[in-house]
């Protein structure tokens, strides 16, 4: 291979992962994603830029795969449909596959013509069904679970996922608690349910428990999701991305530059209370005037108070 054709290979596989990121950012919050036709139309341009890249590069699994994941997106971004969990479950099936292409392409052996043909062959029935399932949402029809044959969709995000051990793959265990995060992020901010969150954070610090930089980003999250002035909307985009690029630098063995980013530091500092100024009256020296004035300004619970305290000065 030349020397040219090599850097333009380079070029690609730098914008490829920016490209990656978006998509996957995108997907991770769809119905938010379906809400904003920017977003819809970023994520579709992420999308159609692989395709265009693989193609002009004869990549074609990677072109192919791309080329799917943009004819699904592209009914989004016509004809915008309330998105549900199988639909993100099929979406992100796919861009699973995509990722894992490009990653290939880029690891030490390259990506072989055989290796990327098996590839979109396995992926192929989940992007029919995806395709299928929303011709049917946007028909305003309730589509029919996919069949449990061939191929079939990830296990459910409900599933709990167990802390790799030493040498296992750091990144689908975190994207795996992510996505259990994603469905109480798009329910009401409620005690409960950042509750919950911070015990998904919880498990998220035992994927890699003795890495001080993974549990420093942990607790940054946990703070700033603890935190009631800070938006589930603010926070969503915030937390899985920071979480995100945490378990993807420790999958590659990178854990040193985990760090979160300075937004999510900032929602993680807790206000400041200004000072309470304590409130003053003028009291007479005169006893009866001096009554008077008291239980004007202070309620029955805190005259008893009062009370309380006079009656103890008195006997001391």
Known sequence: ??????????YFLEEAKE?????EQGLLSLQA????AERVNEVFRAAHSIKGGAAMLGFTSIQKTAHRLEDCLKVLKETPVSVDQQVETLFLSGFDTLKDLVDKLQGPFGLREEEGEQAVQAIEPTFTRLQAYLDALVRGRTPAPAPAASAPPPAPATVPAPAPQ???????????????MLPLFKQTATP???????????????VAANTSTWQTLIQTAKVAIANPDNAYATLAPLVV???KQGGDLLQAGRAAEIAASPSLQKLAVQPTLEPVQPQYITV?????????VLIKAFNKKQLLLLVQILYKAIKS
């Open 1 to 10: 291979m030349s020397d040219d054709k090599q850097k333009i290979i380079g």
């Open 19 to 23: 490209h990656l990121e978006t998509l």
């Open 284 to 292: 007479p020296l005169e006893p009866r005037a001096a009554a008077e």
């Open 166 to 180: 030493s040498g296992s793959n750091y990144a689908i265990a975190v994207t795996a608690l992510l996505r259990e």
């Open 192 to 206: 409960k349910t950042r509750q919950q969150l911070v015990g998904l954070c919880d498990r998220l610090s035992q």
């Open 33 to 36: 994603t379906v809400e904003d």
């Open 241 to 243: 991305k920071d979480l």
